[in-house]
Nanobody, 115 residues
Framework: QVQLVESGGGLVQPGGSLRLYCAASGITFSRHHMSWYRQDPGKERGLVEAMPSAGGAGNYADSGKGRFTISRDNAKNTLYLQMNSLKPDDTAVYYC????????WGQGTEVPVSS
């Protein structure tokens, strides 16, 4: 069974930082394109950052405005999202996605940014 489990979310004040985790199992993680999405209540889920299967680090979307960094550790089957200088507008549920031919989603981790 494929499982993607997000963690690391929680209440954070503006200007604070969080590190989100996505632990994958049941897939050949190193072969999957991984990405982080966000979803506000009542709105469509949108891409935050994407990470190719080759690894490394990148920031392929502008929603983080240089404040977010995506990375992956293929040896640990884990995807990360480092979020710095958080703003109230960053408040959302953050989801991990894995894809080759099929796509898989985790249940999300909630990030409320509020003072």
């Amino acid at each position: 069974q494929v499982q993607l489990v997000e963690s690391g979310g929680g209440l954070v004040q503006p200007g604070g930082s969080l590190r989100l985790y996505c632990a994958a199992s049941g897939i050949t993680f190193s072969r999957h394109h991984m990405s982080w999405y966000r979803q506000d209540p009542g709105k469509e889920r949108g891409l935050v950052e994407a990470m190719p299967s080759a690894g490394g680090a990148g920031n392929y979307a502008d929603s983080g405005k240089g404040r977010f960094t995506i990375s992956r550790d293929n040896a640990k089957n884990t995807l990360y999202l480092q979020m710095n200088s958080l703003k109230p507008d960053d408040t959302a549920v953050y989801y991990c996605k894995a894809k080759i031919m099929f796509e898989y989603w985790g249940q999300g981790t909630e990030v409320p940014v509020s003072s």
